[in-house]
């Protein structure tokens, strides 16, 4: 095998292109918009070598096997014929096997061959690279032979839906092997930054996996983890894996990009350093930091004016002034500020999960609620290892009433990212759900744990202050309230209403009414 040669990920049909490495659909050059789901569906099709594809094999690729309507699978047949210029009646690319399912009737065609032994990073791309490597496995599971292999391929597909980070191809990925791994090759044949090695065993009923995140400049660990997760539902393992170590990816590497930005003289840093420094900043939680993420944000923009994810970090930054309300801020001009860049963030790069997020939370903030959920779970459905996108379609779910729906995303938030800088959140979230549904004593027991967390808010406090003294634990709200004067002497109970506005009129009397007799 010729080390580091590359083999083609792009499928080719009349004037129609299926790009497996960015992850793009294109006819005659130009993208087409598509939705992953469509696009996941789309690849089936056109990759399962003209065989007739049943509802249940379509469901199992796609879905992963989850419970799935038929409704739902007609919908998203129509708008992958609807992509490809395709209809029910003409059915030129995907026909209808009636009472056995669906066949993609085009050939497609590779359109590269195997190249180089390096491969070229573009002039212009600074972003994050990666490699995930085949995992090491140590002994075999004779139910799911293939299943080592099948996890790579879904971190791989899970990562390069993140957009901020170049995912080397699979069929690239898998011509290395960990057990024969030499750094510098790997490093000078794929011209990549990150590697993510993994041994995977399988002990009872249980899958080990073991992995390492690995900085291929200095041949350093930055991070490695284990994983237990039961064999009973093989899918619903897939999937906990995946969102697990893709969540974990996307926080790691931009927290070591940022300490790397870090002996970089100001004048000197990039585009991408000056983003990861804004992002670390923006993690400080405090006026402060939030303004110099701002600063960090606009560097950013002035050397690459279409760095979509800039300006969604700078649409969050704006909007966290514009929440607190920190003395002396212009809220409406904050509010102005945050639309505009969320919406720059997303005409830049509509399939960009960050900035999906970026405009939820711009309508979030002006309580528009609805079309905030809308775009949060545009940003969850893109890449469903977001665990933002999960504690915010989690608030924002509790804050209309909706705590079915909250608890679980609350949840979701905490186990793909259980060190998030906003771990605080995501227990104060829970604490809220439990404070509309009138259940105190588990309200005070989740505030409590927001309030402990290693960086907390002002919003922090107060929600404990309330579920403590609801709880009937009237010394722990008292000291819980003594904090947040301590944070913010101006506070008052109004300022909680204006932030979080909960449609329960009778939750808010409550609210206020606590808030109030501790002073605020």
Known sequence: MQVGAVMSEVLSFDNIEIDFTY????????RIPVEPLVFDLIRCLATSGGRVLTRDEIIRQVWGGRIISDASVS?????????????????????????????????PQSVRTESSTVLEKPAQDRRPSIVVLPFDVSSEITDHPALADALVHDIIQSLSRLRWIRVIARATAFQFHPRDLDLEALCHALNVRYCLTGSLEFASDKLLLTFDLIDLADHTEIWSDRIAEPLDNIY???????????????????????????????????????????LTSMYRLNEQGVRKAIHYFERAISLEPGFARAHAGMSFAHGFLAFHRFPGAD??????????????????????????????????????YEKSLELLKRSTGISPSFAQGHYSTALTSALVGNTADAYPAAETARMLSPLDPFLWAFYSVRALACIFDRNYPQAQIWANKGGTAPVTTLMTDLIAVIANDLAGDTHSA????????????????EFFIRALNFRDIKIQKITIDVLRRYGF
């Not at 708008?79 to 009737?105: C, H, M, P, S, W």
Request: proline share 4%; hydrophobic share 40%.
């Open 23 to 30: 992850f793009e659909l294109r006819r005659d050059g130009e």
């Open 75 to 107: 919908s998203a047949i129509k708008a992958a014929r609807k992509a490809l210029g395709d209809n029910g009646e003409v059915q030129r690319y995907i026909r209808t096997v009636r009472g056995r399912g669906f066949q993609f009737t085009a050939i």
């Open 236 to 278: 619903a393992m897939r999937d906990a894996v995946v969102n697990q170590i893709t969540s974990s990816v996307e926080m790691q590497i931009p927290l070591h990009e940022a300490r790397l930005a870090h002996s970089v003289a100001p004048e000197n840093l990039d585009a991408w350093s000056s983003f990861h420094l804004g």
């Open 331 to 368: 809220v409406n001009a904050e509010q102005k500020r945050t639309f505009a860049s969320a919406e720059r963030g997303l005409e830049l790069d509509p399939y960009d999960p960050f900035c999906n997020f970026a405009q939820g939370r711009a309508y979030w903030l002006t309580h528009d």
């Open 478 to 493: 008292m000291s819980w309230s003594e904090q947040a004067k301590v944070r913010r002497p101006d506070v008052r109970a």
